[in-house]
């Protein structure tokens, strides 16, 4: 019986040797890239995107199959020249099998405000099926 591992990563993480032997035994990373810009990244979740991109570049060089992720948010990850560096990183990458975009809702909201936490994108609209064709298009899918 064949035993088919998926892990799926926010891809803030360290390639540590347990990192290492986990991914011995996996076969499809699902990764997800915040933001190809690594100032907007930090400004958007609080932390650089150094670690992902090491990480997409650890998956490639080492044979493991990867789906790249990344969430459009209008006015923030739909930027046209950073839609283009993404393509441009994903090219240098082996084994992308797949690119998902995925449109930012705010149903979520709720729970930053149960906390009494400021919810920073309370002003950002949702993600429409149209700003998806348009990330897919300056990312060069179609």
Known sequence: MAFIQLLILHGMVDITDDVKELLKYTDLVLLDIKHIDSDKCKRLVGFDNKKELNFAHFLSDNNIDMWIRQVIIPGITDDEDDLKKLRDFISSLKTVRKIEFLKYH??????WKNLNISYDLENVREATSEDIER???????D
């Open 106 to 111: 705010s149903m979520g909201k709720f729970k």
């Open 135 to 141: 990330a897919k298009m300056f990312c060069g899918l």
